[in-house]
Nanobody, 129 residues
Framework: QLQLVESGGGLVQPGGSLRLSCAASGFTLDYYAIGWFRQAPGKEREGVSCISSSGGSTYYADAVKDRFTISRDNAKNTVYLQMNSLTPEDTAVYYC??????????????????????WGQGIQVTVSS
């Protein structure tokens, strides 16, 4: 079965950190650009950060720039999102998604101009004191 599974979410205090993981099973991520997206209650899903298949190109939404870092370990078939200096505005369900693409430019993925081939089931991140 081809799937993406997110892990690492939970409850954290403002100013804290979390690291999300997105692990693929049933297929290799080597030729996939990966994006992290989030959806807060009552809001549309938005792109947070994306990384090219090689890991050489990344994109960050303005709201998370300088606080979040995306990375990937193709040997482990996993992509990570390190989230620092979290605020209540970061509270959302976070999803990872995979787009079959080796292009360097991943902005279209994060802007959801291109539709990913696979989505994870999502994981809750809650930032609250």
């Amino acid at each position: 079965q081809l799937q993406l599974v997110e892990s690492g979410g939970g409850l954290v205090q403002p100013g804290g950190s979390l690291r999300l993981s997105c692990a693929a099973s049933g297929f290799t991520l080597d030729y996939y650009a990966i994006g992290w997206f989030r959806q807060a209650p009552g809001k549309e899903r938005e792109g947070v950060s994306c990384i090219s298949s090689s890991g050489g190109s990344t994109y960050y939404a303005d709201a998370v720039k300088d606080r979040f870092t995306i990375s990937r370990d193709n040997a482990k078939n996993t992509v990570y999102l390190q989230m620092n200096s979290l605020t209540p505005e970061d509270t959302a369900v976070y999803y990872c998604a995979a787009l079959l693409s080796t292009a360097r430019n991943v902005q279209a993925l994060c802007h959801m101009t291109l539709r990913p081939h696979y989505w994870g089931q999502g994981i809750q991140v809650t930032v609250s004191s």
